[in-house]
């Protein structure tokens, strides 16, 4: 009896190595390194502060007791709370429609074709660059009583405050030393989406006898609306994780007045070592981060052109 053919024999397996498998190892190995780096910098960061704020951590009697939902308890309960939200909203507005506004202000006026511009450019983008402790440490000096911003205005007849020691000025103070920080980074990426708009639009809109402002309103700013979508993103998370300048100019003072969130969570956590505590404000900090965030990107439709 003839021996039949195994199926084996009758059909060969292909390589296992396909090029699509090669493809796809390929992939997976350059997206490692970034997995990596959001489990270790970003996950086990998170998971870790919900932990901590489930504990009472006494560092100096080295005690980590469980501690259950009371540090929760105690941030609704807390009376400084609302005044420190209250200032952190405070800042984050100013700051936000501040840096947009006058970003957007200055990249209008360096779009134009005019001698000397790239100097303009430099000039207000310099600041980003420049050392965030010895920019805010300058502005210390030129904000005092006696300092430079006063002296300036006592040459005209007009006797300054002590920017720093009212609540009122001090909180426009930080805003303003923020501002001038960081304007130039958006800025520059205004500067960039205005320089994509096609020319041929403005041409027409003229031939139509649009005015400036039509032009601006219906033409650039709908063309730049993704940038801006962009810039309000970055501009709002960064105010909320402003902290330098609030430590060196004020201390959150006076009063709490420019206790902004991530200053208090620093004074709880590090200032007076309730570390449970300040990793209940971290998990709030990160929630309101989170929140906002994700409902700029939700009402993305009505913000941006091409998404509508």
Known sequence: MAEQPTSAEGSRKGPFWTTDRRDA????????????GILIFVMMPLVLVFWYSLHEWNVLAGTFDYTGLSNYQQLLADPVLPEVLRATAVFS?????????????????????MRGVVIFRTLFFSPVVVSLVAWTIVWGFLLQN???INGLLGMIGVEGPN??????SAMISVIVVQVFKNVGLNMVLFLAALQNVPGELYEAAVVDGASRWKQFSRITV???????LLTAIITIVGSLQVFAQIAILTQGGPGTSTTVLVYYLYQQAFQFHLFGFGSTLSILLFLIVAVLTFAQWHLRRKWVHYER
Not at 25 to 36: D, E, K, N, R, S
Not at 163 to 168: C, D, N, Y
Request: aromatic share 6%; net charge positive; no cysteine.
């Open 25 to 36: 190892l390929t992939g997976y190995i350059f997206v490692m390194p970034q997995v990596a």
């Open 93 to 113: 507005v100013g700051l936000v429609i501040l840096n947009m506004a006058l970003a957007l202000l200055l990249a209008v006026l360096l779009n134009q074709k």
């Open 146 to 148: 006696n300092g430079g």
């Open 163 to 168: 920017w720093l020691r009212g609540e009122t």
């Open 222 to 228: 709908p063309l730049i609306s993704p940038t801006i």
